[in-house]
């Protein structure tokens, strides 16, 4: 990818339906690539783990939309080449649109506002690798499926509670094989 050209957060409405992956792909995965198998299908934070994995700091390009009457928060992850580490977009009502327009990870940003966090639902997908995908991944141009999750992330502080949908996906020449 040229230098100062960034590609835009995949809508994952548009991306093509991804297929779940079975318990036997994730058992195979856990023992060939033991990083991807944990993306897949930790509870924790990931974001942390994607950067040190690079070795820098992530940068955050986002956009919002709407998706299903929900707010869509797309955003990229970028390591410190330009390139798409993390693919993700969070549907949420209106009542947090502020929380669309963040500059950070989401994730890391409400585990350090004090929220707690749980993932729930949480689904290993494997999505076909053409199209939107090889502009968000064009290093990824040789991997037949780029694979993500999709889950629920429950937020809560104090009394407020909130439900977010996420879907996210990661650059396979960075997290793959």
């Known amino acids: 990818m040229a230098a100062g050209i960034v590609p835009r957060p ?5 991306s093509g339906t991804g297929r779940p992956l079975g318990p036997s792909e994730l058992a195979r995965m856990a023992g060939r ?3 991807l198998h944990w ?43 330009g390139r798409a580490v993390e693919c993700a977009e969070v549907r949420m009502g209106t009542g947090h649109a502020a929380w669309a327009t963040l500059r950070e990870a989401l994730g890391p940003w ?8 749980r993932k729930r639902q ?14 968000v991944f064009p290093e ?11 889950y629920l992330l429950d937020a809560s502080l104090g009394g407020e509670g909130v439900c977010l949908e996420v879907i996210e996906a990661w650059n396979p020449a960075i997290v793959g094989w």
């Open 10 to 14: 995949l809508d994952f409405s548009r």
């Open 33 to 35: 690539t033991p990083f």
């Open 39 to 81: 993306l897949l299908t930790t509870e924790g934070l990931t974001t942390a783990a994607l950067a040190a994995r690079c070795g820098c700091r992530l940068r955050s390009q986002r956009e919002v939309g709407v998706v299903g009457g929900r707010l869509a928060r797309r955003h990229l992850l970028l390591d410190g080449m």
């Open 110 to 117: 409400l585990a350090a506002g004090g929220w707690r966090l």
């Open 122 to 135: 949480i689904r290993p997908m494997a999505f076909p690798n053409h199209g939107a995908w090889l502009q």
């Open 140 to 150: 990824g141009r040789s991997w037949l499926e780029v694979f993500g999750r999709s």
